[in-house]
């Protein structure tokens, strides 16, 4: 099993940035891609961006592309999502996602086996 847990969420003004990180651990080996999703009031999940944790290969849904980036930290066992230029529109809670092993990054949410909780972004307009 791996476990994942999702910091730094919070309230920014539009055009400001957030960094959101999401920490694994447990049977870390096991794990084959990292990817984020959000899910906003009312709306279904969606793909946010993903990252294959043993390459630098990484995958966007067109609108975070240019402004959302998202970073292996192999030492700490974590990826962050360094999100700049918010939108109202990218309120949601995120979520911190990771497939396993032999499953590379996706888009699909089916294709990742263990989730974090989620940490609430805000934007204001």
């Known amino acids: 099993q791996v476990q994942l847990v999702e910091s730094g969420g919070g309230l920014v003004q539009a055009g400001g940035s957030l960094r959101l990180s999401c920490t694994a651990s447990?049977?870390?080996?096991?794990?084959?891609?990292m990817g984020w999703f959000r899910q906003a009031p009312g709306k279904e999940r969606e793909f946010v961006g993903a990252a294959n944790w043993n390459d630098d290969t990484t995958l966007y849904s067109d609108f975070v592309k240019g402004r959302f980036t998202i970073a292996r930290k192999t030492a700490e066992n974590a990826v962050s999502l360094q999100m700049n230029s918010l939108k109202p529109e990218d309120t949601a809670v995120y979520y911190c996602?990771?497939?396993?092993?032999?499953?590379?990054?996706?888009?699909?949410?089916?294709?990742?086996?263990?989730w974090g909780r989620g940490t609430q972004v805000t934007v204001s307009s």
């Open positions: 447990g049977r870390t080996s096991a794990r084959r891609a």
């Open positions: 996602a990771a497939t396993q092993a032999g499953v590379i990054m996706t888009t699909m949410m089916t294709s990742y086996a263990y």
